[in-house]
């Protein structure tokens, strides 16, 4: 059952309950056991739905809550609930927020929205790496035949790539990187959410390479202020620096 039987069975009760009720007040009035029995349905897709994206099977979860599985099967068909400490514990287990079951939004439709936008995502990615490789080929007055020697890429596929018809495979892109002179980083994406979050990943992994002493200071609250100092340190002039070098110097002397 789908959230679209779902619906259509509200609507069955409902009118069956303006038949009844003779008037349009009572169009919405369903019987209490009625109303159970489709919040239970509810929950069921719900439930399948988030095993279903996690990749579990029925035996993982009746292993997890010590249930047959059976019984998760008849909490999916909405023949049964499982109770809030149960969805608790499945919630943690499937990854998904608890409130996940008492909502309306399944993981497959938002699946869907998201298979969208990536492919709506990648497509622009493609014309925008294209502007770039031409924009700095142009800037350093290439022609696509100089570039296309210097490469191993022929003129053809680099004009697709140019226009973002065609992908632009890795291996290739960090050639013709060099051949255009710029770095792999110049064609990272950097002004959109899934941009922030490769930039974030890669100042992560930076940290990470820092000595353990330096990445335990840094952690540290208490010691921002020297950090903030630090920066502007850094962003002193050579000769301001310098002189604040001195008088550190004098200080100690």
């Given at each position: 059952?789908?959230?679209?039987?779902?619906?259509?069975?509200?609507?069955?009760?409902?009118?069956?309950?303006?038949?009844?009720?003779?008037?349009?007040?009572?169009?919405?009035?369903?019987?209490?056991?009625?109303?159970?029995?489709?919040?239970?349905?509810?929950?069921?897709?719900?439930?399948?739905?988030?095993?279903?994206?996690?990749?579990?099977?029925?035996?993982?979860?009746?292993?997890?809550?010590?249930?047959s599985p059976e019984q998760v099967e008849a909490w999916e068909f909405g023949d049964d609930v499982p109770s809030l400490p149960q969805l608790e514990i499945l919630a943690y287990y499937l990854e998904v927020p608890v409130s996940h079951f008492w909502g309306q939004n399944t993981l497959e439709a938002t699946r869907e929205d998201y298979t969208r936008a990536q492919d709506e995502y990648m497509a622009l990615r493609d014309r925008m790496i294209g502007a770039l490789l031409r924009q700095a080929r142009e800037d350093n007055k290439l022609t696509l035949e100089q570039v296309s020697e210097a490469s191993g890429v022929p003129v053809e596929r680099l004009e697709q790539y140019e226009l973002g018809e065609e992908s632009l495979p890795m291996h290739e892109l960090s050639v013709l990187a060099n051949a255009v002179r710029k770095n792999i980083s110049f064609f990272m994406e950097s002004s959109s959410h899934i941009g922030d979050l490769l930039a974030m990943r890669e100042k992560w992994k930076h940290f990470l390479d820092l000595p353990e002493d330096i990445r335990s200071f840094a952690s540290n609250p208490l010691n921002v202020g020297f950090i903030e100092i630090a920066i502007m340190l850094s962003q002193m002039p050579v000769g301001k620096l310098r002189s604040v070098g001195e008088s550190i110097l004098n200080i100690t002397m």
């Open positions: 059952m789908t959230f679209g039987d779902i619906a259509a069975r509200f609507k069955k009760s409902a009118e069956k309950a303006s038949e009844r009720g003779g008037d349009s007040s009572s169009a919405a009035v369903i019987e209490p056991g009625e109303s159970l029995r489709i919040r239970a349905k509810m929950v069921g897709v719900l439930l399948r739905d988030a095993r279903v994206a996690a990749q579990r099977e029925l035996e993982d979860c009746a292993r997890l809550l010590h249930v």
